[in-house]
């Protein structure tokens, strides 16, 4: 099982960046999932989960109105479109894999995970 995250890098406040993760060896299409956030000296923290179908999203209250999770499942890849971004921002970005098919805002409930994309947002 796989999970390669991508689409990171290093931009300026109010840039737009888009993440990608290419799932593989699993049936993507029977599994929630999630982006989740980890900056320095901080715990890893919820960003956002889409359904199994991708018929219903939740985000974290942070990210609301700027950032858009989405899924192709014929692809069998995660996306995470980022508009507005601010510095507080800036962090280890993963994507996670759930066998709660509706997703989770909790990351106790996402079994597999990615290596993490950085994303660096200047003022």
């Known amino acids: 099982v796989q999970l390669q995250a991508s689409g990171g890098g290093l931009v300026q406040a109010g840039d737009s960046l888009r993440l990608s993760c290419q799932v593989s060896g699993l049936t993507f299409s029977s599994y929630g999932m999630g982006w989740f956030r980890q900056a320095p000296g901080k715990e890893r923290e919820f960003v956002a989960t889409?359904?199994?179908?991708?018929?219903?999203?939740t985000y974290a209250d942070s990210v609301k109105g700027r950032f858009t999770i989405s899924r192709d499942n014929a692809k069998t890849t995660l996306y995470l479109q980022m508009n507005s971004l601010k510095p507080e921002d800036t962090a280890v970005y993963y994507c996670a894999a759930s066998l709660r098919a509706y997703g989770s805002t909790s990351r106790m409930n996402f079994n597999v995970w990615g290596q993490g994309t950085q994303v660096t947002v200047s003022s």
């Open positions: 889409i359904t199994w179908s991708g018929g219903t999203t």
